[in-house]
């Protein structure tokens, strides 16, 4: 028979196994947080995961065992950005001002985001960059654009020829917002930032 010490008499092993998940788990959260303000600085090839590693307390060889791949690591990083987006279209049409239209309401919310947290902006501009040569970057930014467009509809109610439109000027905003329209009072920057010409 097997001596036990006084500190592992009472420990089940079947009751120790979970912990160590719930860890796991929470370590990898905190990973995609650290890594989601790494890459949205410096872009997904120019961030070192030795860094990301460092900030969040851990070893790069624990990184890997959490993210195998550095595109697994991005990858989640983009899911996270979507998340805070859909969470984002949630609250305005929960909340929608007077006479406010749910898609209204959701473009405001979405502009409280990235005026609130603009790493959002700035990790949708490297994921798409990343995306056009990186297969599991790509596979993750089609999953989240596929989200959005499930959640905008349920949330609006509005069909295609409506929704199409709404991405396509959200678009427009997030390149208006990253190169600074409305720092500019040309005809063209308040055109296409629809921003009102002061009188």
Partial sequence: MTKLNKHSRDI??????????????????????????????????????????NEAGISQAYLFRLFPTKQ????????ACIAK?????????????PDEE???AMGRAYHQLLAD???VLLGQLHANAAAA?????????????????ETVTRLSGAGPEEI??????????????????DEIDEPWAN?????EKPQ
Avoid: C
């Avoid at 987006?85 to 909340?95: L, P, Y």
């Avoid at 040569?133 to 467009?149: F, N, T, V």
């Avoid at 396509?168 to 905003?173: D, I, K, P, S, T």
């Avoid at 055109?191 to 921003?195: E, F, I, R, V, Y």
């Fill in 133 to 149: 040569r990186e297969p599991k970057i790509r596979a993750a930014m089609r999953a989240g654009w596929a989200d959005l467009y």
């Fill in 12 to 53: 089940n092993p079947t009751e120790a196994a979970p912990r160590k998940r719930s860890t796991a788990a929470a370590r990898r959260e905190v990973l995609v947080e650290v890594a989601r303000r790494h890459f949205a600085e410096r872009g997904y090839y120019g961030t070192p995961t030795l860094a990301i590693a």
């Fill in 191 to 195: 055109a296409l930032s629809q921003k």
């Fill in 117 to 119: 947290d603009p790493t």
């Fill in 102 to 104: 749910p898609l209204q």
């Fill in 72 to 79: 697994d690591l991005f990858a989640a990083t983009v899911t």
């Fill in 164 to 181: 199409r439109p709404y991405f396509a000027e959200g678009m427009l905003l997030n390149v208006a917002a990253a190169v600074g329209f």
């Fill in 85 to 97: 987006t859909r969470e984002a279209f949630e609250r305005g049409a929960a909340d929608p001002l």
